[in-house]
């Protein structure tokens, strides 16, 4: 069975630094990829960014460029999130997903996409 398990939420001020990590376990996605995915109160579903885990190259949405970035351990199958410059409206529930096959550029944001889902961590930025 394979799973998918977020940490690393919590509180931050804005222009401070949290990492979120997303272990996985059941499988491999030697071929695959990676997303994170961020879903605010009252607003779908939101692509962050993401990474296929055969040569680590990645993909982000531009409200977090410059900002957020993301890496894996592919010995441990752990993914990472590294947010700096926090701001408020990076407030959020974060999510990891899987997928077990290529990931093609002009699919990374759709959630359709995916095959496993994580159960989300909290990220509450305050100013």
């Known amino acids: 069975q394979v799973q998918l398990v977020e940490s690393g939420g919590g509180l931050a001020q804005a222009g401070e630094s949290l990492r979120l990590s997303c272990v996985v376990s059941?499988?491999?996605?030697?071929?695959?990829?990676m997303g994170w995915f961020r879903q605010a109160p009252g607003k779908e579903r939101e692509f962050v960014g993401g990474?296929?885990?055969?040569?680590?190259?990645?993909y982000s949405a531009d409200s977090v460029k410059g900002r957020f970035t993301i890496s894996r351990d592919s010995t441990k199958n752990t993914v990472a999130l590294q947010m700096n410059s926090l701001k408020p409206e990076d407030t959020a529930k974060y999510y990891c997903?899987?997928?077990?096959?290529?990931?093609?550029?002009?699919?990374?944001?759709?959630?359709?996409?995916?095959?496993?889902w994580g159960q989300g961590t909290q990220v509450t930025v305050s100013s």
């Open positions: 997903a899987a997928r077990d096959r290529f990931m093609y550029n002009n699919r990374w944001s759709r959630a359709s996409e995916y095959d496993y």
């Open positions: 990474i296929r885990w055969n040569d680590g190259s990645t």
């Open positions: 059941g499988r491999t996605f030697s071929r695959g990829a």
